[in-house]
């Protein structure tokens, strides 16, 4: 049983977009917009050479904003203002969802390439705040991106959580390889014709409620 493979995980953590909303709602694509027009406007180039300069950067450093950072150096914070300023009417709250994480015994925090006043307002759109025992943004984590080694290991030590305990909830499966090596339990939360095979993602979800109410029967 499911159930019996995370008995000892004492920490439970999870991303935010496309894993605590449904990744059909459309959030996230407000984002890359708004990402393509601050790229556009620093770099001084077309719509179109940004959205492929967004998503290069996206696959070749994390984060758009990691790729911004390192080769233009980008001011993080009226960066993450900017692509985070976004219309949350589009998020409806989750009772079931969020009476299946309250109902897992043990601390239970978010951790986001996104900013935490962001990941806050995800929250509160969607029902689950205060919820959660800590919400870390990228900044949290010197802005290192997942899937970068840094990203988990300054987490984990603000958080004081031994990644042997604990279990990690993605929807991008490249960032489920580091917490496999450090020996966390991973889950890939994606739809199934999304759902990727890996020695790293342990376990699978396209209905992330009814994974989590497995686990706390």
Do not use: C
């Amino acid at each position: 049983m499911v159930q019996k493979q995370f008995s000892h995980v004492k920490s439970w953590i999870f991303d935010l977009d496309n894993t605590l909303y449904p990744p059909e709602t459309s959030l996230f694509p407000q984002i890359e917009v708004r990402m393509t027009d601050w790229v556009a406007d620093e770099l001084g180039v077309s719509k179109d050479d940004a959205s492929a300069l967004r998503n290069k950067y996206w696959l070749e450093h994390g984060t758009t904003l990691s790729g911004m950072m390192r080769l233009h150096g980008t001011d993080p914070l009226p960066y993450l203002t900017y692509v985070h300023d976004i219309d949350f009417s589009v998020l409806a709250p989750d009772p079931a969802l969020r009476d299946a994480i309250g109902a897992l015994d043990g601390r239970k925090i978010v951790f986001t390439n996104g900013s935490a006043p962001y990941a806050q307002q995800v929250l509160i759109a969607r029902g689950l705040s205060g919820l959660f025992d800590a919400v870390y943004g990228i900044e949290h984590a010197g802005f290192h991106p997942k899937p970068s080694a840094q990203a988990y290991a300054e987490i984990l030590t603000q958080d004081n959580m031994h990644a042997r305990e604990a279990a990690m909830f993605e929807d991008d499966p490249r960032n489920l390889e580091v917490p496999h090596q450090l020996g966390m339990k991973t889950v890939h939360v994606a739809p199934q014709k999304d759902a990727h095979t890996a020695p790293y993602v342990q376990h699978h979800t396209d209905d992330l409620t009814g994974f989590l109410q497995k686990l706390s029967r």
